[in-house]
């Protein structure tokens, strides 16, 4: 049985076979409108959701499939009324897979590992794996040759960038994870586990965006995370107009959304002509619908 749990569950070859599908939906939709029929996804959400949302229910849609949206506490997914194991268990009956978005990323592997149905990462604590395959998509689409592209990450060592790091381990492109001090050495022991020649490390935005050809932020503060202090860390880290001109001419600019503007990144910028956010947004509906493929494939 296939899940899709975290990018560095696969190999580069496999991650390149979704990117290939995902492009394919994009280029010819039509070719693969009735590939889901009679197949049913159910959408689990503990946490707020517009993109994941939007791109999985009308993603499998238009595969012909079908999708229900569950409410986690209505159908008692909480370990309070009934194991969650017995709700899955429960669903495998009427569902084909499963898509959950919570903040509990050993209850999602435990969920994967009971091997009854199909597991799909909308978003944990840890990882954000569809989400970095949408903006790797999108970067592709902007520069044909990634391996000759400098990608800054500016902002948090959150779930978006450790996907980030799980991607960059596979396909090795240059990336500069430019991070507050403070962040980075609480984070040391977890950041060794990635390390190689195409990735630095920075706490300098200005000496980690230098030259670069794409620059990525997320919000200081995750969804759910509880150190709602952590925003004094990132004196100087908004992403503007400055902090553009210093990178290259070609750059663009990325966030996964939603974004608090004049916080991590200006309006200016957000709205601007090098922002592909909307790209992004639009792609993670090809990347779900490939994944969704993936995983229901015999």
């Known amino acids: 049985m296939k899940h899709f749990i975290d990018i560095n569950h696969f190999s580069k070859k496999k991650i390149e076979e979704i990117l290939l599908l995902a492009n394919k939906l994009k280029k010819n ?4 409108s009735s590939i889901c029929k009679e197949k049913t996804l159910a959408l689990i959400f503990q946490k707020q959701s517009l993109r994941t949302r939007l791109s999985f229910s009308i993603g499998m849609q238009k595969l012909g499939g079908n999708y229900l949206e569950l409410n986690s506490n209505d159908i008692g997914f909480n370990n ?22 919570n903040n509990n990323h050993q209850k999602l592997k435990d969920l994967a590992e009971l091997n009854v ?7 944990t604590d840890y990882s954000h794996p569809c989400q970095i395959l949408g903006d790797f998509m999108t970067i592709q689409e902007n520069f044909k040759k990634y391996k000759n592209i400098n990608i800054s990450w500016i902002g948090d060592f959150n779930n978006v960038s450790r996907s980030l790091l799980h991607l960059q381990n596979l396909f090795y492109f240059n990336l500069n994870l430019v991070i507050p001090d403070i962040i980075l050495q609480k984070s040391k022991k977890e950041l060794s586990k990635y390390s190689n020649k195409q990735l630095k490390i920075y ?21 759910g995370d509880k150190n709602k202090n952590k925003k004094k860390y990132f004196k100087n880290f908004t ?7 210093n990178a290259n001419k070609n750059v663009i600019f990325m966030h996964c959304l939603p974004a608090n503007r004049e916080e991590e990144v200006t309006s200016e910028v957000l709205d601007g002509n090098q922002s592909v956010v909307l790209k992004q947004a639009k792609n993670r509906m090809y990347i779900q619908q490939a ?8």
């Open 29 to 32: 939709p039509k070719k693969y």
């Open 80 to 101: 309070i009324r009934e194991s969650n194991s017995d709700v899955l268990n429960v669903l495998s009956q009427y569902v084909d897979c499963i898509m959950l978005r």
């Open 117 to 123: 149905i199909p597991v799909i990462n909308g978003l």
């Open 203 to 223: 706490t300098d935005p200005i000496k980690g965006t230098k030259n670069s050809n794409c620059i990525m932020t997320d919000v200081w503060v995750s969804m």
């Open 239 to 245: 992403v503007d107009k400055n902090l553009l001109e």
């Open 291 to 298: 994944i969704l493929i993936y995983v229901l494939k015999k």
